[in-house]
């Protein structure tokens, strides 16, 4: 009897190539399909922030001082055997004390300086005409010539209004404040808003983080410890962040302060002041304070390139103390991204938050997003580690 041969293969539907070239398709698909509704959330989320800025921000200033401040709350409670309600009115009444004191003593100098730093401007444009007439009298002549055309002058003025809009979009709050009385007074109703938020927040006991399980208790309880870590994580970015930041800001601020004081640059401590604030978004202090003071310390009275060369000076000294001392010892690199990566992150939110509140929370939710891959990477992709290892 003959043994039956071996089965014939059946004949697939596609070569090897063509199997490939169907993977690399599918997979392609796939990729453009994600990052439509990747797009599309994003979108989704920008216009909700704009839409609803005027409810998130004040939240948002309340949350993060509540976060930063509950370490001191706690540590009232446990050291000196306080209630928590006590605790949190002896913390809310020291940094009102704390604010009212700023506000009665800077307050008035600096806003006083800024009043005269505006009147200053028509002056300060005038003198600056004076120079490039006197120093390089081919771009005054290049100038002149090319302003009389209507085509060139039309181009100037587009820009100028295109300039005032994204100044309006870039500081909603303060457009919205003086855009109307309306406006004004819901301004103020937001600011004032703020310490009842505060104080509530700092109220719960609870860390923002531990709620997430039991709100999806349809999920594993592993994915639910991941999301509920992943949060974790989030908010300790985004506390050490703004913590470590405005520390920074604020002695930089001091340091040019100083600094400006002593050369003798005209409007240099409010300037200072105000430029080291701004590094809350990273190297926006920095670029502003090359475009303010450059012309400032040139065109003012008694004014010249020995002055140009002394306020640069002074930025470069406090950039390498912010660079080399304040940035290691107070922040620790607690983001490690790189300074390309930072900079194209500030435009990116900027634009998808719509203005000033994505520019102020770009590193931190980029830092949770680097983060976040990494950890899902390591927890999902690298081979079924386990998740206490993954967030070692």
């Keep these: 009897m003959n043994e039956p041969g071996p089965a014939p293969r059946p004949e697939t539907l596609f070569s ?3 199997r490939k070239v169907v993977a690399a398709a599918l997979t392609s698909l796939a990729f453009a399909l994600v990052s439509v509704v990747l797009l599309g959330a994003l979108g989704l989320l920008g216009w909700l922030v704009g839409r609803f800025s005027g409810v998130l921000w004040p939240l948002a200033v309340a949350g993060i001082l509540a976060l930063m401040l509950r370490p001191i709350v706690e540590a009232l409670e446990t050291r000196l055997r306080l209630r928590r309600l006590s605790a949190i009115v002896m913390v809310c009444g020291v940094l009102a004390l704390a604010v009212g004191a700023v506000a009665l003593t800077l307050v008035p100098p600096a806003l006083a300086q800024i009043l005269d730093f505006f009147a200053y401007l028509p002056v300060l444009w005038e003198r600056a005409g004076v120079f490039i007439r006197t120093h390089t009298p081919e771009w005054a002549q290049l100038i002149e010539r090319h302003w009389e055309n209507p085509t060139i002058r039309a181009l100037v003025e587009r820009l100028g209004q295109q300039l005032q809009g994204f100044v309006k979009e870039a500081i909603p709050s303060l457009a919205a404040a003086g855009s109307g009385i309306a406006q004004g007074v819901g301004f103020i109703t937001q600011l004032a ?7 509530f927040f700092l109220l719960s006991r609870t860390h923002p983080a531990d709620r997430i399980p ?4 349809f999920l594993s309880p592993s994915l639910r410890a991941d999301l509920a870590f992943l949060a974790r994580e989030f908010v300790s970015i985004i506390v050490s962040f703004f913590r470590g930041q405005l520390l920074i800001g604020l002695i930089m601020g001091l340091l040019y302060a100083v600094g400006f004081a002593i050369i003798g640059l005209k409007f240099g401590p409010v300037i200072g002041l105000l430029l080291g604030l701004l590094n809350v978004v990273p190297y926006l202090g920095s670029i502003l304070g090359l475009a303010v003071t450059i012309p400032v310390a040139l065109l003012q009275p008694d004014g010249g390139w020995q002055l140009v060369a002394l306020t640069l000076g002074v930025q470069v000294v406090v950039q390498n103390i912010e660079g080399w001392f304040l940035t290691p010892k107070i922040m620790s690199n607690r983001t490690g991204l790189h300074p390309v990566t930072i900079i194209v992150a500030i435009f990116f939110w900027g634009t998808a938050l719509g203005g000033l509140l994505g520019m102020i929370l770009a590193i931190p939710l980029t830092a949770f997003f680097v983060s976040a891959w990494r950890f ?6 690298g081979g079924g580690t386990t998740t206490a290892a993954a967030r070692g």
């Design 193 to 199: 808003v703020i310490p009842i938020y505060f104080f």
């Design 376 to 381: 899902v990477r390591h927890r999902y992709l």
């Design 214 to 217: 039991d709100q999806l208790p």
């Design 16 to 18: 090897p190539a063509q």
